[in-house]
């Protein structure tokens, strides 16, 4: 055990949980970049404040 760092063990409910919230965090973003994009290349400015897909989202609500 002469090594400093050890890779750190989940368990695998844990990394279940890690991976399903990274997945619906990409889609998410995936979703907001394509609005975003979209609004840019129609200069809409009033569709760039938040996309409509996030407005009932808990992730994307400002505190």
């Known amino acids: ?3 400093t760092s050890r890779a750190i ?5 844990t ?5 399903e919230a990274c997945i619906k965090l990409s889609s998410e973003s995936g979703k907001a970049l ?3 994009a ?3 290349q129609n200069e809409d400015s ?4 938040l996309p409509s897909h ?3 989202q808990k992730c994307c609500k400002q505190s």
């Open 1 to 3: 055990m002469g090594s």
């Open 9 to 13: 063990q989940a368990s695998a409910e």
């Open 15 to 19: 990394r279940g949980k890690i991976k």
């Open 34 to 36: 394509k609005e975003l």
């Open 38 to 40: 979209s609004a840019i």
């Open 46 to 49: 009033t569709t760039i404040s």
């Open 54 to 56: 996030c407005k009932v």
